[in-house]
């Protein structure tokens, strides 16, 4: 069983902090990673890929990755209300399950003015 | 460009019925999936398709089918509902696996 494991949440912070948002996944030989915001109501976007150790910024966002602790994060910084959504991480684990996304349960960001 | 798109947007279902939920792409997705999303859970993967004329099962493929007749349309196809598929079924797609998967807005279901 490929699991993916979220941080229960939910998670507030105040305007202008750093969310951190994190993920952990079973298996050891995970290609892919990637990281959807999902508004309420609304289907799930990307916002980060990221395929290989360490870390990867985009913006006000950066994904870390770690495959020897099999943990990945996203770091959303300068925090703003519009970032209040639900968080998913998803893992392609390659191998058998090559192509296919495991999602974690997502991480519900509340940011307060 | 119309991107991913799925119907109906939400159906009410007597349980034993059957159901097709819609889904047509125009992105030329090679690849294509069907998931459901609920509560606590996180999306799950019911069934995908490579390709055209192939389909494969995903981790919760009871009670669900699809058909792969051509790139655009990957149709999800309940043969006789029960109330747990009540639930929001998302398709999605992308060009190649590994490549960024787009999912459509979704449909809700609720079977009683």
């Known amino acids: 069983q490929k699991e993916v494991e979220q941080n229960s949440g939910p998670l507030s912070v105040p305007e202008g902090a750093i969310a951190s948002l994190n993920c952990t996944y079973s298996?050891?030989?995970?290609?892919?990673f990637f990281w959807y915001r999902q508004y309420s109501g609304k289907s799930p976007e990307l916002i980060m890929s990221?395929?290989?150790?360490g870390d990867k910024e985009d913006g006000r966002f950066t994904a870390q990755l770690n495959k020897a602790s099999q943990y990945v994060s996203l770091l959303i910084r300068d925090s703003q209300p519009s970032d209040s959504a639900t968080y998913l991480c998803?893992?392609?684990?390659?191998?058998?399950?090559?192509?296919?996304?495991?999602f974690g349960q997502g991480t519900i960001l509340t940011v307060h003015p | 460009t119309a991107g991913i798109t799925q119907a109906p947007t939400s159906q009410i279902l007597a349980a034993g019925r059957s159901m097709t939920l819609r889904c047509t792409q125009d992105?030329?997705?090679?690849?294509m999936y069907w998931y459901r999303q609920d509560l606590g859970l996180g999306l799950r993967l019911i069934h995908y398709?490579?390709?055209?004329?192939?389909?494969g099962k995903g981790e919760v493929p009871d009670g669900y089918s699809v058909s792969r007749a051509n790139t655009d349309d990957f149709p999800l196809t309940l043969a006789s509902a029960v109330p747990s598929q009540t639930s929001v079924y998302f398709c999605a797609g992308n060009r190649e696996f590994q490549e960024t998967q787009y999912f459509g807005p979704g449909t809700r279901l609720l079977v009683l």
């Open positions: 998803a893992v392609d684990a390659g191998g058998t399950s090559y192509g296919k996304l495991t």
């Open positions: 398709s490579n390709t055209a004329g192939t389909t």
């Open positions: 992105m030329r997705h090679n690849a």
């Open positions: 298996d050891r030989g995970s290609q892919s």
């Open positions: 990221i395929y290989s150790n």
